[in-house]
């Protein structure tokens, strides 16, 4: 393996996705600036799959940033940073045209409105879109800024590490490059983290969401936080199996329905206001409740219908949806689907300021890999809009910082740390399949959909604590590379991820045994309620050497107290 190489920029963009991509084009023109995607920049991550919609423009006249910030505070439980999310909701205005100007194009009436559908838990409909192909749309106008604007790129660049200097500020970053099996440090002023969530400790729709900039800001000494909030998309195809990938929020924004075994519009029971455009929490237990009480479909999922919308309307609203399944001999505007809640976001994640700073000097955070917009369970389509506004103001801030600041040297010892880590692989012998990196981590995920899932109980994640340890310390240590090769090894790729899931899996175990109540995504059967009194609180984790620590911090009501929502702080139910 060769030695390492060395490159030298003003900032280091980790990510390719929407959130990387903001960040880029809204750093200053002046400066040198490095993207360095896992994947192929813009087409990787989950942005380009993004299906339904981004929350930004307030049509209707009742509707404003204060109503789009309140409704995100309740579907958070509360929990969400209300600076950030006030920056966020007051800085909708001009994104679309933004986008627009970089050739996006979204959907618009023939007055040449934009059109906007509703999403679960919002109070209007804000949500922009392009049919369902909208984070598709977005991603190919920011991509061409990207071009347009001459920023640097390497594709495949897996960073593992993000270095510091004597001070304990980021001073730049580590990556193993895929195609060759190089490694390179790339120095820089400011780093900026947008390497999306964890939900891929789960069994979840989109693999995409590793965890690595969550584990690598945890290691770096940064704070994390909100690991308990994985959120269940409600309405994940489930039935032919070929036909699996999330079944987008349109479905329901568009008037889909959700029906039981017998044939009954089940959410009446639990949420008769909202129905099917209820949180996705909300509904997400409401199913599986169904389904344990033996009315869900045959496969074991819940039926979900278009049929009566007219085919028009559903072909040209959820073409992709339509395609998906017409290419399996199903046409969803004449019969029923099956569909099942399955792992989809990790609202928590890396902690940040309003101005994207983390606790780290020098390294800023946007995007999915944050904790704080949206608290104990994201509102749909809220997600675009998190991306696209804070990438903006991380590529801005990272720019003031770096400005007059000289390059201070990192850690070597961190980099020759890394390199050893990884050549250990290589001179490893080979075990046997039973300890194949594909084997563990399946067992990984399929031990946190099982005992840190939709529902779950102290007995159950203490189990769940007990395999994730076993896994840490009797398999871990024994996994080993089979493929040598250099180049394009994803085998050595998917092990050098497997111990930052682990131990992120094990925290987002701890906070959700922690967690004595239940609230937006983290459901407990055993406390089935909500506890204002003693959890508006997030759990907030850090690294020192080897020790990881917790603290239970109290949430500042800033702007809105829950008191405000008398029926809600009056009602104990987890969800809005
Ligand atoms: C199927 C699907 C549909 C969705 N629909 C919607 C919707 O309609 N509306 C909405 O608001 N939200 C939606 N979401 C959620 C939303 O798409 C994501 O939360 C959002 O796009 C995340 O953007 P991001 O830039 O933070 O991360 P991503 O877009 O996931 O990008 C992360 C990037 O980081 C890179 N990366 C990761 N690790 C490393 C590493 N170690 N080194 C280098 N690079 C790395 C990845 O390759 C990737 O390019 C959907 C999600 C999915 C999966």
New binding site residues.
């Given amino acids: 393996m060769s030695e390492v190489n060395t490159l030298q920029v003003d900032i280091v963009i980790?990510?390719?996705?929407?959130?990387?991509?903001?960040a880029a084009v809204h750093t200053d023109k002046d400066l040198s600036v490095l993207l360095?995607?896992?994947?192929?920049?813009?087409?990787?991550?989950?942005?380009?799959?993004?299906?339904?919609?981004?929350?930004v423009y307030y049509k209707d006249d009742r509707d404003s940033w204060e109503v789009h910030f309140e409704d995100t505070l309740l579907s958070g439980g509360f929990l969400n940073n209300q600076e950030v999310v006030r920056v966020m909701c007051k800085n909708t205005g001009g994104i679309i045209d933004m986008l627009e100007r970089y050739g996006a194009l979204f959907d618009r009436d023939e007055d040449g409105r934009l059109l906007v559908r509703k999403?679960g838990g919002h109070r209007f409909a804000r949500?922009v879109?392009c049919g369902?192909e909208?984070?598709h749309e977005m991603?190919n106008g920011l991509r061409r800024e990207v071009y347009r604007r001459g920023i640097q790129f390497i594709d495949e660049?897996?960073?593992?590490k993000i270095l510091l200097d004597e001070n304990g500020r980021a001073s730049g970053?580590f990556?193993y490059h895929i195609p060759t099996g190089d490694f390179y440090v790339v120095e820089a002023k400011a780093v900026v983290l947008?390497?999306?969530?964890a939900?891929g400790l789960w069994p979840?729709?989109?693999e995409?969401?590793?965890?690595?900039?969550i584990y690598?800001a945890l290691q770096a000494g940064a704070e994390i936080s909100d690991m308990e909030f994985i959120q269940y998309?409600p309405t994940h195809a489930w039935w032919p199996p070929g036909v699996r990938?999330?079944v987008?929020?349109?479905f329901r924004g568009e008037g889909g329905w959700l029906l039981n075994s017998l044939n009954e519009r089940f959410m009446q029971k639990y949420d008769p206001e909202n129905m099917e455009l209820a949180t996705r929490d909300k509904v997400s237990v409401s199913i599986m409740k169904e389904i344990r009480a033996g009315r869900g479909a045959p496969h074991g999922g819940i039926f979900a219908s278009v049929k009566h919308l007219p085919a028009k309307h559903v072909k040209e609203r959820l073409p992709v949806i339509y395609q998906k399944y017409k290419n399996f001999g199903i046409d969803i505007t004449k019969e029923y689907i099956e569909v099942r809640p399955r792992p989809?976001?990790l609202c928590g994640g890396v902690v940040i300021n309003e101005r994207t700073e983390t606790s780290i000097e020098g390294l800023f955070a946007?995007?999915?890999?944050?904790a704080g917009v949206h608290g104990a369970n994201?509102l749909?389509?809220?997600?675009?809009?998190?991306?696209l506004i804070f990438?903006r103001i991380a590529g801005e801030n990272a720019s003031n910082y770096v400005l007059n600041r000289k390059k201070s040297n990192y850690n070597r010892s961190e980099v020759s740390g890394e390199i050893t880590r990884i050549r250990s692989f290589f001179e490893k012998e080979w075990k046997d399949e039973s300890l194949s990196v594909g084997k563990v981590r399946r067992m990984l995920i399929e031990l946190m959909d099982e005992y840190i899932g939709v529902i779950r109980n102290e007995e159950g994640i203490k189990k769940g604590i007990k395999k994730l340890q076993f896994i840490k310390t009797e398999l871990l240590p024994r996994v080993s590379l089979k493929d040598k090769s250099r180049v394009y090894n994803f085998e050595l790729k998917d092990i050098l991820?497997l111990p930052f899931r682990i131990e992120l899996g094990l925290i987002s175990a701890t906070a959700a045994l922690l967690r004595k109540e239940s609230r937006g995504t983290h459901y407990r059967e055993d406390y089935p309620f909500r506890d204002d009194k003693n959890w508006l609180k997030n759990i907030v984790f850090r690294k020192k050497g080897d020790e990881v620590s917790y603290e239970i911090r109290d949430v500042e009501l800033k702007y809105r107290k829950i008191e405000d929502f008398p029926e809600y702080a009056k009602s104990r139910s987890p969800w809005h």
Avoid at 36 to 55: R, T
Avoid at 380 to 387: F, K, Q, R
């Fill in positions: 980790i990510g390719g996705g929407g959130a990387a991509l903001s360095l995607d896992k994947g192929q920049m813009g087409k990787s991550g989950c942005s380009p799959n993004a299906h339904g919609g981004l929350a999403f949500s879109f369902d909208t984070g991603m660049a897996f960073v593992t970053v990556f947008a390497t999306a969530d939900a979840a729709a989109s995409r969401q590793r965890g690595d900039g690598m998309h990938g999330s987008s929020e349109a989809h976001y946007a995007g999915a890999v944050t994201r749909g389509s809220n997600a675009l809009t998190d991306i990438g991820e």
